[in-house]
């Protein structure tokens, strides 16, 4: 069973933003996450946070074996990504039903790390690998009257399959994961 461990500190950082106290907060969190997670295999324990005040702007959260960022603020795809590797993450991979419930859950539209910029229908994930399971929405991706829509978001979030193709310089929120060892 996924344990949903939510967490928010105070600092929302430019997504151009280099080394900073919110991107070493980020990294302490990230090792308090994986030793959190580790437990929680160890235990088999399901573990529960309190969400901080709301507020706070930027929210961490874990489903195992990942951690994710959902930023508060907006910018097109191609920026956004940058904020995620900037912190040694990148855009959301979804991999499962689970995570993309997991997902769905913050109710944002968010960018995730799907394209087909390279060739069009060729939806890709950020790691290169060929979408396989999808959740588009209704009739999407559809590149909308026309438009070339060639990055992909959650946005139809009151159902399971809510993505949506969207020209990539639309600024959205947007979700960073990343792997935690072990
Ligand atoms: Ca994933
Ligand atoms: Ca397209
Ligand atoms: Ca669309």
Not at 5 to 24: L, Q
Not at 78 to 84: E, M, V
Not at 100 to 108: G, H, I, P
Request: proline share 3%; hydrophobic share 35%; with cysteine.
């Amino acid at each position: 069973m996924a344990a949903i461990d939510r967490i928010s500190v105070e600092h929302e950082e430019p997504a151009s933003a280099a080394k900073s106290p919110g991107r070493i907060i980020f990294s302490l969190l990230l090792l308090m996450f994986g030793f959190l997670c580790i437990l929680q295999s160890v235990l088999n324990v399901s573990l529960r946070l309190t969400s901080w005040p709301s507020s706070f702007k930027q929210q961490l959260a874990t489903f195992c074996p990942s951690i994710y960022y959902i930023s508060s603020a907006r910018a097109t795809w191609g920026d956004s990504r940058n904020d995620c590797l900037n912190r040694g993450a990148d855009l959301v991979i979804i991999n499962s039903r689970e995570e993309q419930d997991f997902l769905t859950w913050f109710k944002k539209r968010l960018w995730i790390g799907l394209t087909d910029a390279e060739k069009e229908a060729g939806w890709k994930w950020v790691d290169g690998t060929r979408l396989t399971t999808s959740y588009w929405g209704h009739d999407e991706p559809n590149s909308d009257l026309g438009t070339n829509e060639d990055c992909g978001e959650m946005r139809f979030y009151e159902s399971e399959n809510n993505w949506n193709d969207v020209p990539c310089d639309m600024e959205n929120s947007w979700i960073c994961e990343r792997k935690l060892q072990g």
